[in-house]
């Protein structure tokens, strides 16, 4: 992992909707909680303009973040994002703590790559869809990944890729998977063009024609 996250949080002890609509608009801070482990819940609040910074980058929200909460260091995931629905004000954010030595569950982006080289839409006109932008992973901490890559050069017209064929970094396993071949869902394909499948549908319209319509029309 190439990015480093660190954030400074104060602890809170004032609780409840106002409290945290008067820390949001008077201090410009976000209300937040730190949970997971053998430690209690811990409250805390955080820079608004420090926390959008880390949010612009897409390894924050899969990457271990070290919070320094007032000198002492807690190691967390980003568990739940909680924003304003029309107003650009992020209202609430979870922290989950994490330990070296067991597996947490986080989604990982998928970075879909040779797109513009695909066989299907190069040499075929297709049209691409992505049935899938995320996969939830498991792993260690050491193993988080920012993203996983997908190549999709090969991919052909009407071929479907499912999360089987995604190959998975060292040490990282799919949740879903895990649950049996009934969860390998399709990530991405390629579409036949739109003009080639009118003309099939066109085609098709005739040949289902009654035999004699034409004659039976012309008397």
């Known amino acids: ?36 482990g053998k430690k209690a819940p811990q409250n805390i609040s955080l820079a608004q303009n420090e926390f959008e910074k880390a949010l612009a980058n897409e390894a924050f929200y899969s990457h271990i973040i070290t919070l320094d909460v007032e000198g002492k260091s807690e190691d967390v995931i980003l568990k739940d994002l909680q924003r304003h629905p029309a107003k650009p004000i992020i209202l609430h954010a979870d922290f989950f703590r994490v330990s070296k030595t067991k597996k947490l569950q986080v989604k990982a982006p998928l970075h879909f790559i040779n797109e513009d080289i695909c066989a299907g839409v190069k040499l075929g006109g297709g049209l691409i869809s992505h049935s899938m932008t995320e996969l939830d992973i498991s ?81």
Not at 1 to 20: C, E, I, P, Q, Y
Not at 154 to 165: K, M, T, Y
């Open 139 to 219: 792993c260690l901490p050491a193993n988080l990944p920012e993203y996983i890559e997908v190549d999709v050069a090969a991919v052909e017209i009407g071929q479907i890729l499912h999360i089987s064929d995604i190959v998975l970094p060292k040490g990282v396993e799919s949740v879903s998977l895990s649950h049996g071949e009934g969860h390998d869902l399709p990530i991405f394909t390629i579409n036949k063009p739109k003009e080639e499948v009118e003309e099939v549908e066109e085609v098709e319209d005739t040949a289902e024609a009654p035999e004699g319509e034409e004659e039976e029309g012309g008397e």
């Open 1 to 36: 992992m190439s990015d480093d996250f660190k954030l400074n949080v104060k602890t809170r002890n004032d609780m409840g909707k106002g409290a945290s609509r008067r820390l949001r608009r008077l201090a410009n801070e976000v209300p937040a909680i730190i949970y997971g």
